[in-house]
């Protein structure tokens, strides 16, 4: 073993148990100034501008984004556009680096920094812009898409996977009808045979993982559609509600998310804690 790698053995080793020692942080999302309860309980954020009220609150997080759930009351006189678009959040930080990491004890909460220090993660820059919500207009034309593809993949015949088989049994019966063949021919149909199997067990794995992602793809896009905030008018008197999907940034201590009501653009601010499991 060459000494450079038994120098570095002990570092690597530590740097192993260190990560695989890493606590664990539950994320949460709450208004920092609270002003009423939905009828869930979770914490909500109102505002009202030209005669147009705004409920906000954090709904939970997905893979990819942070979801809130939006109810818009048009109390005006005129119609509204409710955009889903317009909406967006600039992460905050209560320290600008990831300090040194210190113990922590479990049900603890601690600074994004803190979080990252004690799971050896990187500490990623501040986006410079506000991070947009998810569109989900062609988000939902995308992921109809994509599962029309992916069925049409799982649904196709494999015409090499069937000539292979006919080949395979067509040299089975072949071998029948002479009843004798020398070695290099019962190789020879062996090795078709086993090729003719394997790739029609391969092509079989590839249609139920085709027919797997259709199936994923297309409860995406049912989600998106019943129960995603889209474009829509109200009309004076009417109401809407809505998921608006944000991108996630772990690494951040408060969200201020950006938010039409009625002609104005109203910034709320919310918490995002990091609770040591």
Not at 106 to 132: D, F, I, K, S
Not at 241 to 248: E, H, K, N, S, T
Request: aromatic residues 6%; proline residues 8%.
């Amino acid at each position: 073993m060459p000494t450079r790698y038994l120098r570095c053995l002990p570092a690597l080793l530590l740097a192993f148990v260190a990560s695989s020692c890493a606590p664990t942080y539950q994320l949460g999302v709450r208004p920092a100034a609270p002003h009423t309860l939905e009828a869930s309980g979770a914490e909500a954020a109102e505002a009202t501008a030209d005669g147009v009220a705004l409920r906000l609150s954090f709904e939970g997080y997905e893979p990819d984004y942070v979801v809130f759930n939006v109810e818009y009351r048009n109390d005006s006189d005129c119609a509204v556009e409710v955009v889903p678009t317009a909406f967006g959040y600039a992460p905050l930080r209560l320290a600008s680096e990831a300090n040194p990491a210190r113990p922590v004890r479990r049900g603890e909460h601690v600074p994004a920094a803190v979080a990252a220090a004690t799971q050896h993660v990187p500490w990623p820059a501040l986006p410079e812009a506000p991070l947009p919500a998810l569109d989900p207009e062609p988000a939902i034309g995308a992921l109809d898409a994509g599962a029309e593809r992916a069925a049409a993949k799982a649904s196709r015949p494999d015409w090499v996977g069937i000539a292979l088989m006919a080949v395979s049994l067509g040299m089975d019966i072949a071998s029948s009808a002479k009843g004798r063949e020398t070695i290099a021919q019962a190789q020879t149909r062996a090795v078709v045979h086993d090729a003719a199997v394997t790739y029609n067990v391969i092509s079989s794995a590839n249609r139920v993982r085709h027919a797997a992602t259709a199936e994923v793809l297309a409860r995406r896009a049912a989600l998106l559609r019943e129960y995603a905030l889209r474009r829509v008018v109200l009309e004076p008197g009417q109401q809407v509600r809505g998921y608006v999907f944000l991108p996630r940034f772990d690494h951040a201590d408060g969200l201020e998310v950006l938010a039409p009501v009625g002609q104005q653009l109203r910034s709320f601010a919310f918490v995002q804690s990091h609770q040591r499991r």
